[in-house]
């Protein structure tokens, strides 16, 4: 495994992206900062980091023949080795928020941004970045942010914690290259963020309504009952979780 330290970087995942194109990278390359100023999240949000307090770093994953229907299996993999990983940390009452933010006590503690490089239908690697707020004590106009400090109200060391999250992530990486697609998608579902509770959400034009989540698909579609019994499947962007 080669790891990439640096002091302080706009994003860990433009920084490998960017390598990525100009140098054949080994799997698993990982770049890590103490301090990530320019973090991405998905569709375009910012993640706050505070520095030498969160971990925040992209690792690079490649693959051989892998099809681009397995692309909602990485996000499965990738989510649940965090919870793996927090929770050999108990930390307590951790869900994931589909499609990948990871809560603990219905608040959001890590975010991850996947981005895949497709050639001929085909995932050729990805760039896998991943957010953990580990020792923050305070969050900037982020009420609905907390930190394994704050689930577990104690301090915790970095390093360890971090090659915990690299030893689960490449466990359940794994599992996709073993074409164990299934049970991916069910350990997934059973850690989702108030499944088979009533919810409000909002679609995309603004319009809210009550609705059950029952699962995900096997594209990675999150699938709703809504207020008449009727199955719908979304996509991330067509809709918010209000809560």
Request: glycine residues 6%.
């Given at each position: 495994m ?20 100009t ?5 698993f ?17 910012i ?10 770093f ?10 681009v ?25 951790i ?9 603990s ?40 942010a ?16 971090f ?10 990486l ?31 034009s603004?319009k ?15 699938v ?7 199955m719908?499947?979304f996509n991330p ?7």
């Amino acid at each position: 495994m080669n790891i990439i330290k640096l002091d302080a970087i706009d994003s860990t995942n433009s920084y490998l992206v960017n390598l990525s194109k100009t140098a054949e990278l080994d799997d698993f390359t990982v770049v890590l900062t103490n301090h990530q100023k320019k973090g991405r999240g998905q569709q375009g949000a910012i993640w706050q980091s505070a520095a030498n307090k969160s971990l925040s770093f992209s690792v690079f994953k490649a693959y051989d023949n892998l099809s681009v229907t397995k692309i909602s299996s990485l996000i499965f993999a990738v989510s649940l080795g965090l919870v793996k990983a927090l929770k050999k940390y108990q930390i307590p009452d951790i869900s994931i928020k589909w499609p990948n933010d990871i809560m603990s006590q219905s608040k959001k503690m890590a975010g991850i941004l996947i981005e895949n490089k497709i050639k001929q239908g085909q995932i050729v690697s990805s760039v896998i970045g991943i957010g953990l707020n580990v020792n923050q004590e305070t969050f900037n106009q982020l009420p609905q942010a907390t930190s394994m400090y704050l689930s577990a109200h104690k301090k915790f060391d970095l390093d360890p914690v971090f090659e915990c999250l690299l030893e689960q992530l490449a466990i359940q990486l794994k599992k996709i290259e073993a074409l164990d697609k299934v049970g991916l998608k069910k350990e997934y579902e059973s850690f989702l963020f108030r499944k088979e509770m009533i919810s409000v959400f909002e679609d995309q034009s603004g319009k809210r309504f009550n609705g059950i989540i029952q699962g995900v698909n096997s594209q990675g579609q999150l699938v709703i009952e809504n207020e008449t019994h009727v199955m719908k499947t979304f996509n991330p962007k067509e809709l918010k979780l209000l809560f």
